[in-house]
């Protein structure tokens, strides 16, 4: 009975949810004349504009507005000093009732604040904001029903319509959509959002606060930890080599361990490129500049979507 029912669950392992997300072709793609013959790197971070560790329910708690975007402050400080351009699947930490009245997780007005600043800052400093979710720890159950899912990206798009700030409504679903049956592609195609998932997995998240306890320990020290991101960034670079797109893009998190690594993870994505694009008939290994004349269509191939003010500034068929 037991065996029977462990296999029936492996099989819908396979057949429903519980899968990675699959690529699509973009609506959007950037033309080859466009490129150019280059192949854009593309840094994306999860789970900001808050720092990582004071994402999910319980400890550790912020002691300041200030704590909770140092993380993505030093990121955006080393993407504006390599001019390099990112994107940052973004997520709102609600305030928690259960929080010591001390930190600012208590306060659902504190949390707004801290959310508009990091948005902003985000939005200021030239990259692109899509969807990541509202309550991380939600995408963890195995037994996630759909409507949950909804409801938590409409309450994370509502939250960024409060910011003022363009958006693209195309989501990176938590962990992939790995840890749990629920199939995200019905989620996104009832609320029209793009998925995207990424091409290069840094695994900077070993450490993170939702990773386990054995991996934790395993990547304490510092050392070991920023050996293994190189290694595995090192080797997806190589690995996506004969990928179709003009882009390629790496999993980061807005936290303190990457954001203090960030350069030295980016010159090994670097050296790799050059050497794994080296030959005549390879494409050009670039970051996408600011200035890039091409950059807003290679967002768009990207997120296979227009942003929230491309949409806001169309006018809507009754006008027409
Ligand atoms: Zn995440």
Redesign the pocket.
């Known amino acids: 009975m037991k065996k029977g029912l462990i296999a029936l669950i492996c099989v819908s392992v396979f057949v429903t949810g519980c899968e990675m997300v699959k690529p699509v072709a973009s609506r959007f793609p950037v033309s080859a004349e466009q490129a150019a013959g280059r192949v854009f790197f593309l840094p994306t971070f999860?789970?900001g504009p808050v720092a990582?560790r004071f994402?999910e329910a319980g400890k550790p708690y912020p002691r300041s507005e200030d704590e909770m975007l140092a993380d993505l402050y030093r990121t955006l400080e080393v993407l504006k000093s390599r001019n390099i351009t990112a994107v940052f699947?973004v997520?709102y930490v609600q305030h928690d009732p259960d929080a010591p009245a001390w930190s600012p997780k208590h306060s659902e007005d504190a949390m707004r604040r801290v959310f508009t600043r990091g948005i902003k800052a985000i939005s200021d400093n030239g990259h692109a904001i899509a969807l990541?979710?509202s309550d991380?720890d939600e995408?963890r159950k195995l037994f996630l029903a759909r409507k949950a899912a909804e409801d938590d990206l409409k309450r994370l798009m509502a939250e960024l319509d409060r910011t003022g700030v363009a958006y693209y409504r195309t989501w990176?679903v938590?962990?992939g959509g790995m840890r749990t049956f629920m199939n995200e592609q019905q989620v996104a195609k009832k609320l029209s959002l793009p998925l995207r998932n990424w091409h290069i997995d840094s695994h900077d998240?070993t450490t993170n606060s939702?990773s386990t306890n054995f991996l934790k320990k395993a990547y304490s020290s510092d050392k070991k930890w920023s050996d293994n991101v190189v290694k595995y960034l090192q080797r997806d670079v190589a690995r996506t080599k004969r990928r179709k797109e003009c882009w390629r893009d790496i999993l980061f998190?807005v936290s303190l361990r990457t954001s203090s690594h960030l350069k030295q993870f980016l010159d090994a994505i670097e050296q790799k490129a050059r050497e794994v694009y080296s030959k005549p008939d390879d494409p050009k290994f670039t970051w996408l500049s600011f200035d890039d004349p091409i950059r807003g269509a290679v967002l768009h191939d990207y997120l296979n979507n227009e942003s929230t003010a491309a949409s806001a500034s169309k006018p809507s068929p009754a006008s027409r």
């Open positions: 999860d789970d990582q994402v699947y997520l990541h979710c991380h995408y990176r938590p962990y998240w939702d998190h």
